[in-house]
């Protein structure tokens, strides 16, 4: 497994634009062929052109793991319908004014954290459609959980800040290792720059070493 600098769109957050599971990855329509050739490489999956709410923003706005993908209201029936037929994901809309889904939920197969900012509806929804325990947690100060919080089913990066009392709790729930971050030389929002499933980690092409050598702790040993 390694670690690989990316960019997208003359930028390093590809967590933004694009979603990834273990099979699959999600990119905007008219991403480069190139570009997405290598991410399938890289990570070992099977690149989906689509839109969510007619937007580019697929990771920010979607929660996605190896069971499920969750998307918001915003997003258009043809996108829903299309994720349907083309994946072999429970497709499911989160119904919730916070429509930034993949800002506010952070999962992997075993659980996910969630904004106090849901409701217990919405964390029904997200165990149902996810196949997941869910619990509701802030990370660092922050109620938007999916920022400052990345996982795969090994390992996971976390906000530098970080609690060590929510970090034990937060391991326990995924089932993994987890190691505080930054990515992008300094970026503590990890999220954003980053894609990672269990066959490899892409980073921003701002990420520094001593990021890489804290994303490999987390990831990689």
Same mark, same amino acid.
């Given at each position: 497994m390694?670690?690989i ?33 290598k ?16 937007t ?41 004014k ?8 952070? @999962? +992997?197969?075993? =659980? &996910?954290?969630?904004? *106090?900012?849901?409701?217990?509806? /919405?964390?029904? !929804? %997200?165990?149902? #459609? $996810? ?19 990345? @996982? +795969?089913?090994? =390992? &996971?990066?976390?906000? *530098?800040?970080?609690?060590?009392? /929510?970090?034990? !709790? %937060?391991?326990? #729930? $995924? ?13 503590p ?25 804290m ?7």
């Open positions: 390694d670690i600098k990316f960019d997208v769109y003359r930028g390093p957050n590809l967590g933004v634009y694009i979603s990834v599971n273990n099979s699959i990855g999600l990119v905007p329509m008219g991403f480069a062929k190139t570009k997405a050739d991410l399938a490489k890289y990570l070992d999956i099977e690149i989906h052109h689509t839109a969510i709410a007619n580019r923003l697929i990771g920010a706005l979607s929660a996605m793991n190896n069971k499920g993908i969750l998307l918001p209201t915003t997003a258009y029936q043809n996108e829903f319908d299309y994720l349907k037929a083309e994946t072999n994901l429970e497709v499911g809309v989160l119904d919730t916070f429509n930034a889904l993949g800002n506010v939920i952070c @999962a +992997n197969d075993k =659980g &996910a954290i969630v904004s *106090p900012w849901l409701s217990k509806q /919405d964390c029904q !929804t %997200i165990s149902d #459609v $996810l196949g997941v325990e869910v619990i509701q947690k802030k990370i660092a100060g922050f109620n938007q959980t999916g920022v400052v919080l990345v @996982a +795969n089913n090994s =390992g &996971a990066a976390i906000h *530098p800040e970080a609690d060590e009392e /929510d970090m034990k !709790t %937060i391991a326990n #729930v $995924l089932g993994v290792k987890i190691e505080q971050s930054s990515i992008n030389n300094g970026i929002y990890v999220s954003s720059g980053i894609l990672v499933n269990d066959h490899c980690v892409v980073v921003g092409s701002l990420t520094s070493g001593p990021e890489i050598m994303l490999t702790r987390a990831f990689l040993n």
